[in-house]
């Protein structure tokens, strides 16, 4: 593929009304019935029932939860194959959306869009499935679970084998900061790393009106969370991504006695290793210099997970140019990545991957808040745009021949 935006194009595509209905019926459906990371039964049960139901066959299970398609065209020949991965799981949020086909399960919400994602995915399925006349090659969807959480789905896609014979892999994201139906992508680090930590931070239980009698580990842990915060803001350069943030603390239980024994968690967000490492070290160091400091003792464990993702500049191209030419020049934004994570990652270090965002942003739904906000909403008005590209891409990549393919990195 030396120009993806050559004569390999096609023409506009068009996907089926009915596709498009029976997409935002399942968008709806998912939401309505969200699940947790590694708990996506109902879910893959669903969507297998959903696909099935379109003609499609083969469908099989992967990494627990999931389920993967591979629509092979007989239109002509190509030893291409594509991957096209879309995540179903939800995330721990009570709902607040006022959406009437809000989560009926108490504690659990679609707050990340991943209903939206896997509705595309089927849409893409079906369409393809019903022109598979009309291309040559594979595509291989991965209705993927556990992206937001450990063990992670996408390291075990990778892990299982399902890559192993995939020339390369699409992934879109919902993105609520873009306006509604524009697709925004770039090349090179799109996503940051993603790292956990866990701190107990040990001191002596006191009376409450003699605190000086003991050590008070929320004290200690107050301090700790103030202290961590100047990594980013005084250590590092403002042009080199970093995020700390604790995201919860526990300990004590009384009105009168101070606490002897805190619990602290977080995440470590970076844009390449060697931040990465320094961060690890400094947050060690931080920790325990404060505890010290105050005569406490601290554990702390820190938790590697994904790593970011990094776009092929090729395949970025391929968005740009597929989106161009299905859904307007207008709506295809070249754009840099976000600092949140995506265990997508584990795919584009096996394969030339791309990661693109599609806007959802829209006032007149009141689709305006944040990924991961009770209040999220998703304008499905948009989803159409997030398919259309998505088929494009896939199409125009399997039109090209490679002469190893599966063999890219």
């Known amino acids: 593929m ?7 194009i096609a023409a506009p595509i068009s996907i089926d009304g009915g596709i498009l209905d029976r997409m935002i019926e399942v968008r709806r459906h998912l939401h309505r019935h969200p699940e947790l990371s590694n708990r996506e039964a109902a879910t893959q049960s669903y969507l297998r029932e959903m696909l099935a139901g379109q003609g499609i066959e083969n469908i099989r299970a992967v990494a627990g939860y999931g389920l993967a398609v591979d629509i092979v065209g007989t239109g002509r020949p190509s030893n291409r194959k594509i991957a096209i991965r879309a995540d179903i799981d939800a995330l721990p949020i009570e ?10 399960n108490p504690g659990v919400m679609h707050a990340c869009g991943h209903d939206a994602h896997a509705a595309m995915g089927f849409a893409v399925a079906a369409h393809l499935h019903r022109t598979r006349d009309s291309f040559g090659g594979t595509v291989r969807l991965i209705f993927q679970p556990a992206e937001e959480d450990e063990p992670s789905g996408g390291k075990r896609v990778v892990a299982e084998g399902h890559l192993d014979d995939i020339d390369a892999a699409l992934c879109v994201h919902v993105d609520p900061y873009t306006p509604s139906g524009k697709v925004a992508v770039g090349s090179g680090p799109y996503t940051l790393a993603c790292d956990t930590f866990d701190v107990l931070v040990t001191g002596s239980a006191a009376h409450a009106a003699k605190p000086y009698e003991g050590i008070d580990a929320l004290t200690v842990a107050c301090s700790m969370v103030g202290e961590l915060q100047k990594i980013v803001s005084r250590e590092t350069n403002p042009f080199n991504p970093l995020v700390i943030s604790v995201t919860a603390i526990n300990g004590g239980n009384a009105y009168n006695v101070t606490a002897g024994r805190v619990a602290l968690k977080g995440t470590i967000r970076s844009g390449n290793d060697a931040t990465r490492e320094r961060a690890w070290r400094r947050v060690r160091e931080v920790l325990e210099g404060v505890a010290a400091s105050h005569g406490a003792k601290v554990k702390v464990d820190i938790h590697r997970g994904e790593p970011g993702v990094v776009n092929d500049a090729e395949m970025a191209e391929l968005i740009l140019a597929g989106a161009k030419a299905s859904i307007g020049a207008e709506n295809a934004l070249n754009m840099p990545g976000w600092s949140i994570a995506d265990d997508f990652a584990y795919y584009s270090e096996r394969i030339p991957s791309v990661y693109f965002r599609l806007g959802i942003r829209n006032e007149d739904v009141g689709s305006v808040f944040p990924l991961h906000h009770a ?11 997030g ?12 039109s090209g021949q490679r002469e190893n393919p599966g063999a890219n990195r």
Do not use: C, I, Q, Y
């Not at 398919?387 to 399997?398: E, K, P």
């Open 2 to 8: 030396s120009n993806p935006e050559d004569s390999a």
């Open 95 to 104: 709902e607040e959306s006022g959406v009437d086909f809000a989560s009926v």
């Open 375 to 385: 209040k999220f909403r998703v304008d499905e008005a948009a989803l159409k745009n």
């Open 387 to 398: 398919a259309l590209t998505l088929v494009s891409a896939a199409t125009v990549f399997l």
